[in-house]
T-cell receptor, first 113, second 114 residues
Framework: GQQLNQSPQSMFIQEGEDVSMNCTSS?????WLWYKQDPGEGPVLLIA?????ELTSNGRLTAQFGITRKDSFLNISASIPSDVGIYFC?????????????FGTGTRLTIIP | SAVISQKPSRDICQRGTSLTIQCQVD?????MFWYRQQPGQSLTLIAT?????????ESGFVIDKFPISRPNLTFSTLTVSNMSPEDSSIYLC???????????FGPGTRLTVT
């Protein structure tokens, strides 16, 4: 089935560093979403993207909807300890009556003291 | 957004038994979904819970094993039937509002089958 490949699989960074991660697919999607999941919690929606080329920010987070509609990127500036967690991309093809999300494989972010 | 609660938050069950997980949303929503997730792994959609009709199951998931109810626009249940250790996982419900694709998730139910 459809699959979204996230890269990198894991990241080890120091506090204050910027972070970049991406999500790619062989298929076209019309909506891209980015989630963060903390241990023992459900995923929390960070950013939603609806137009190819769109660049959207949420505080220190910035995400872009790739122009080919086959990828998306998430950047985190000046990382802080609470950024630790697993980040998932998700996408929707927007077929009429089909609102299912396809989830990426996840990027685990760890901050090294 | 939406505030979603799930009960129980965790449970340890014996094989062969069944567990019903409840999902409650703070206001009416159009669609509700049930997912399964192994710790640290991605989410796998089990089914879409439709209000007033049968749930729509994804490939590999069947109604006899995972019966779902959705009696109204704020509540749904997922039952994991005749459990085996392979059913040990985190079960999450989510919802969307109106005609957006933004899904909001509950905190999950961590199930361990012994």
């Amino acid at each position: 089935g459809q699959q979204l490949n996230q890269s990198p699989q894991s990241m080890f960074i120091q506090e204050g560093e910027d972070v970049s991660m991406n999500c790619t697919s062989s298929s076209i999607f019309n909506t891209w979403l980015w989630y963060k999941q903390d241990p023992g919690e459900g995923p929390v929606l960070l950013i939603a993207l609806y137009k190819a080329g769109e660049l959207t920010s949420n505080g220190r987070l910035t995400a872009q909807f790739g122009i080919t509609r086959k990828d998306s990127f998430l950047n985190i500036s000046a990382s802080i300890p609470s950024d630790v967690g697993i980040y998932f991309c998700a996408a929707v093809r927007s077929n009429f009556g089909n609102e299912k999300l396809t989830f990426g494989t996840g990027t685990r972010l760890t901050i090294i003291p | 957004s939406a505030v979603i609660s799930q009960k129980p938050s965790r449970d340890i069950c014996q094989r062969g038994t069944s567990l019903t997980i409840q999902c409650q949303v703070d206001s009416q929503v159009t669609m509700m979904f049930w997912y399964r997730q192994q710790p640290g792994q991605s989410l796998t959609l089990i089914a879409t819970a439709n209000q007033g009709s049968e749930a729509t199951y994804e490939s590999g998931f069947v109604i006899d094993k995972f019966p779902i109810s959705r009696p109204n626009l704020t509540f749904s249940t997922l039952t994991v039937s005749n459990m085996s250790p392979e059913d040990s996982s985190i079960y999450l419900c989510s919802c969307t509002r109106d005609r957006t694709y933004e899904q909001y998730f509950g905190p999950g139910t961590r199930l361990t089958v012994t």
